[in-house]
């Protein structure tokens, strides 16, 4: 959580009292370059100073208006806004329970989770404590409500102490600032922490600068986390450099707060006020200096290296000027800061403005700068910023669109959604058309969900993550059955940054609408041939035509001629006298008042009696047969149903020119050796594991099998897995025998690796896997028809595929994701995983909690995740060598997750987000992975417990090489590190990296180039690791040319 502090020597004395809560509309000003949404209070008036000083935690900011008069003049409040969706909303308004005329209630905010506080600096507390003493005010959010708590005041506080000058909070722990304290001399300033009780506040400590002297103002700016708190200093004087100023770090240790580093520019100057504004992670602390060179102003980046805190990273404005006071406020959150520069004069004198700094590893450099789209002199904009997970506060306390320095704040999202063209006219005759999306954003990600009123409207795409860039999205609308006239409808984006709307125009013509639609109860000499008809309120007259060519030649009435009413009707007849094997045209024709409509043409082709076969199926021509391997056999099968047995079409000696297996569907001892039973005859949609010496030609004549009165082939089915093949001599869409059967499970073809498969094709055999048909529907089709929609498939689905190769096979992927409507353990979503003809290396889902008869799954969908989810599998290898798991569609996860693989057998992780791509050499047949995808803090103590121990230099991979090799390290803490490579004098070659890393696993490659650019030669290398000059690991690699 960071917080900001105010510039104290704008202002007066100010003020607090009881709260009052209210909701109302905020006034929003809208600017694309910067997704600018401005913010005043509903009852803003002149001289509240609205903005003095703001904080953010989630969906909610907090703003200050110390000058706010509604319990006396500059008595003060303070302003809680709530965010839902991309739209904020004034939701309370804070006074103090005893707020009285000058307290300056609001002149320091923070908020964190469920709490805020309000700094009060010139509250006399009743006098007991003396003018200026100061108070800070804890507020808690309970349901919809802000109610005060307590009122903090010092143990010790005195007149003048300016207590409240800062405040910031997060979780348990609240810091409060009294620069004005006089402990190690006038105005030497103190901070005081309060802990969280239960219910109630208590002093823990009171913090003091190690070598504090009067004039320090330590206190002037506080930040905590629950660990770490930083105070500013900004008068502290140094050696000889007056008013330079400084920073104190402190550490928790148990309800202890205890100094550990001091913290100073590495070129301090006079008056450089270093420690006006502080904010804290544990990772980076961030001090403002707002008087630096000629008070143009500067901030610096320090980072925790575990044992110290070291600066990184003087930041300054590209286009700094004298005056600007850049660093008279900062934030700081992720890879992200935010500065004020409220003296910058871009909108005229002190109209300010604020920078956006975005850390690249151990680099932080300006992405945008920030000015008010009304911005004017003397507004102030940037005295106090604060930032969020994507969007950043700025206030300008005495910007007067309410009054006279009535203040206001501006709030920016860090992504920025626009639409174009907001509106689309399809008229009487265009039926799709286009729409873009585009974030012109300077960071983060739109998450978008698209929505229609009209059923007649649809969109391409309906959800997705837009990072910066744009997208198109195709609008499609069907005036099917419609009656005639003129319709409008909307598109609504919604997303994480706002919504937006395109309107929709149509036209419905008055003619009849008809569609020739597919043939159906297709046989050897008859078909029904169907369509549908809108009559639009007249009365028409349907007929079909159909011949073997487009000239047609033959009509038939359709049983339900003639129709009438405004709805669609659908239409049909049967035909007879056919011929077998033809493919004959046809459509529908429609004749009303309004004159002759013909339907599009379409054909069908009458089901065979007999089907002439005329395939090979490749195989390598060996010498032995024990030169073959397992990924070699393929599974093959027969359309129709010749009965023969499969030895009838091989030559040559089993087992030693062929061999042929049968799966039985047992759970174990499930390959059965050809035998000449019956089980190895042709029968309808049966297939066979089969491998031959050389090439394997089929050309014969079967009988088809008989159509039932559906126009289907039923495949007998035994329980478990079953090889099936397509008993058609052309493709179907597998969804259709899904949609047919009561949506069964996927198919799985096998070349040289296993691969599901949405087509299912003659003459290839497949894996499914039967929970409890006798038999299994096939459509007859002699098109391959386009898929249908699979009843009840969950819409709100993510999928990560996980698939496993080496350099000499890849292996079928598995699935891992999530559906809305999925269920724990087993469910219609999990896939059995085909088992192969010998063992071969393969990724799979273990749960014998599921199935202790089959056991090994391709997918497993769970539930919509919380806050963490984890997904094990294995990996099963006879070889020791290396292979490679690869992750795919890791983008259509949720933005706000992370997704890491954890390498159980290793001890080792990897950020997906970083690298989908992992390379291991298995020490065991089985391997074991964990897929953990989760909210950060949620991952935090799973991650936590296989973080290295120590550091750790990897092997390189390969050795030898030629012409790159790559390696990687382990970091137990963040550090600064150095990689480099030398030659076996021990001479330098190559600076591989230099500079800050993070804790956990790193890879860096060396292409054998040295530091000028030039080609090594072949030889032994020597390539290291230093860790804050402490750690030095050395590895040797082998450059081979």
Request: glycine content about 10%; proline content about 4%.
């Amino acid at each position: 959580m960071m917080i900001l502090r105010l510039q104290m020597r704008f202002f007066k004395k100010m003020g607090t009292k009881l709260l009052t809560l209210g909701f109302s509309f905020l006034t929003i000003a809208s600017c694309l370059a910067q997704a600018e949404f401005k913010m005043t209070a509903n009852d803003g008036t002149k001289d509240n100073l609205f903005g003095i000083s703001v904080a953010v935690s989630g969906n909610y900011t907090i703003v200050g208006a110390s000058g706010d008069n509604d319990l006396g003049d500059r008595s003060g409040s303070a302003y809680i806004f709530e965010r839902n969706g991309g739209n904020w909303s004034q939701a309370a308004k804070l006074l103090a329970s005893d707020g009285a005329k000058d307290d300056r209630f609001g002149i320091s905010v923070a908020i964190s989770g469920n709490y805020a506080i309000v700094g009060a600096t010139d509250d006399d507390d009743d006098d007991d404590l003396g003018n200026k003493s100061g108070s800070a005010y804890i507020f808690e959010l309970n349901g919809a409500n802000w109610f005060q708590v307590t009122k903090l005041t010092a143990n010790n506080g005195a007149k003048d102490d300016l207590f409240g000058s800062s405040v910031s909070i997060s979780g348990e722990y609240a810091i409060v600032g009294a620069p004005g304290d006089d402990d190690l001399g006038g105005k030497s300033g103190s901070a005081y922490i309060f802990r969280r009780n239960g219910a109630t506040w208590i002093q823990s400590g009171k913090l003091v600068a190690s070598d504090g002297a009067k004039e320090d103002r330590f206190g002037i700016s506080v930040a905590i986390n629950s660990e770490y708190a930083i105070i500013g200093a900004d008068g502290d004087d140094l050696t000889n450099v007056p008013n330079a100023g400084s920073a104190y770090i402190f550490k928790r240790n148990g309800f202890n707060w205890l100094q550990t580093k001091k913290l100073t520019v590495n070129n301090p100057a006079k008056k450089d006020r270093f420690g006006i504004a502080v904010a804290i992670s544990d990772t980076f602390a961030i001090v403002g200096a707002n008087g630096d060179d000629k008070a143009s102003g500067s901030a610096y980046i320090f980072t925790n290296t575990g044992s110290n805190w070291i600066q990184i990273k003087e930041l300054i404005a590209n286009d700094r000027s004298i005056g600007d006071g850049f660093g008279n406020s900062v934030s700081l959150k992720g890879d992200y800061a935010i500065i004020g520069a409220s003296g910058d004069n871009d909108l005229g004198d002190n109209s300010g403005s604020t920078y956006i700094f975005k850390r690249s590893m151990s680099d932080w450099t300006q992405v945008r700068k920030l000015t008010a789209s009304d911005g004017t002199n003397q507004d102030l904009f940037g005295l106090s910023v604060a930032i969020g997970e994507d969007y950043a506060i700025v206030g300008a306390s005495r910007d007067d669109d309410l009054g006279n320095q009535s203040g206001s704040t501006y709030i920016y999202n860090f992504a920025v959604l626009s639409i174009a063209p907001l509106s689309l006219d399809f008229a009487d005759s265009l039926n799709t058309q286009m729409f873009t999306l585009t974030n012109s954003g300077f960071g983060g990600n739109v998450g978008w969900l698209i929505s229609t009123d009209q059923s007649w409207i649809s969109a391409s795409s309906v959800s997705g993550r837009l990072a910066i860039g744009s997208q198109s999205v195709a609008v499609t609308i069907d005036r099917t059955g419609l009656p005639a006239g003129n319709y409008t409808g909307t598109v609504t984006i919604d997303s994480n940054v706002g919504k937006k709307i395109v309107q929709i125009r149509m036209t419905v013509k008055g003619a009849l609408a008809i569609s020739t639609d597919l043939a159906t109860n297709v046989n050897v000499t008859t078909a029904t041939l169907n369509g549908s008809v809108n009559p639009n309120g007249v009365i028409a007259d349907i007929i079909f035509e159909y011949g073997l060519t487009t000239n047609y030649g033959q009509t038939i009435a359709a049983t339900s001629s003639p129709v009438t009413g405004r709805n669609p009707v659908s239409v049909s007849t049967e035909i007879a006298g056919l011929s077998p094997g033809t493919a004959y045209h046809y459509r529908i024709v429609a004749t009303s008042s309004a004159g002759t409509t013909t339907g599009a043409d379409r054909t069908f082709t009458t089901y065979q009696a007999t089907f002439k076969i005329s395939t090979t199926l490749n195989f390598p021509d060996r010498s032995s047969a024990f030169d073959y391997n397992a990924t070699e056999y393929r599974i093959f099968g027969l359309p129709g149903a010749s009965n023969q047995l499969v030895t009838d079409f091989l030559s040559g000696v089993q087992n030693e020119d062929w061999q042929v297996f049968w799966d039985n569907g047992e759970s174990s001892d499930y390959l059965v050796e050809y035998d000449g039973s019956e089980n190895f005859r042709f029968a309808v949609g049966r297939a066979f594991w089969i491998i031959n010496r050389g090439p394997l030609s089929i050309n014969t004549t079967v009988a088809s099998e008989p159509l039932d009165a559906d126009g289907e082939v039923e495949i007998p089915l035994q329980p478990g897995f079953n090889l099936i093949t397509n008993p058609f001599p052309t493709p179907i869409n597998w969804r259709n025998v899904q949609n047919l059967n009561g949506n069964v499970g996927p198919i799985f073809a096998y070349d040289s690796s296993f691969v599901q498969s949405q087509s299912f094709d003659p003459f290839i055999g497949y894996y499914f896997f039967n929970d409890s048909l006798t038999s299994l529907k096939i459509p007859y089709s002699l098109t391959f028809s386009p898929s249908l929609e699979l009843t009840s498939v969950d819409k709100h689905i993510w999928r990560i595929n996980i698939s496993l190769s080496s350099r000499k096979f890849s292996s079928q992927s598995i699935l891992a994701g999530t559906a809305s409507n999925a269920r724990p353990g087993i469910d219609r979503f999990d896939y059995r995983k085909p088992r192969h003809i010998a063992p071969v290396p393969s990724v799979y889902f273990h749960h014998p909690e599921w199935d202790n008869d089959y056991t090994t799954f391709a997918t497993d969908i769970r539930p919509e995740i919380n806050k963490s989810e984890t997904w094990e599998f294995q990996v099963f290898s006879p070889l020791r060598e290396p292979l490679y798991l690869s992750f795919s569609h890791i983008e259509s996860i949720p933005w706000l997750f992370d997704v890491y693989l954890i390498d159980d057998t290793k001890g080792d992780f990897v950020n997906l987000h970083l690298d989908s791509r992992y390379r291991f050499t298995p020490t065991n047949e089985v391997s074991t992975f964990r897929l953990v995808i989760g909210e950060s803090d949620a991952l935090e103590e799973t991650l936590d417990s296989i973080r290295p121990a120590e550091f750790v230099l990897g092997n390189n991979y390969p050795n030898p090489f030629n012409p790159s090799t790559t390696f990687f390290i382990f970091l137990p803490i963040a550090s600064e590190i150095k990689v480099k490579i030398y030659n076996i004098l021990a001479e330098e070659v190559k600076t591989i990296y230099t500079g800050h890393a993070q804790v956990g696993r790193h890879t860096f490659s060396w292409s054998g180039i040295d530091d000028s650019g030039k080609e090594v030669a072949s030889g032994v290398y020597l390539y290291s690791l230093t860790a804050n000059t402490k750690i030095s690991l050395t590895g040797k690699m082998i450059l081979l040319k």
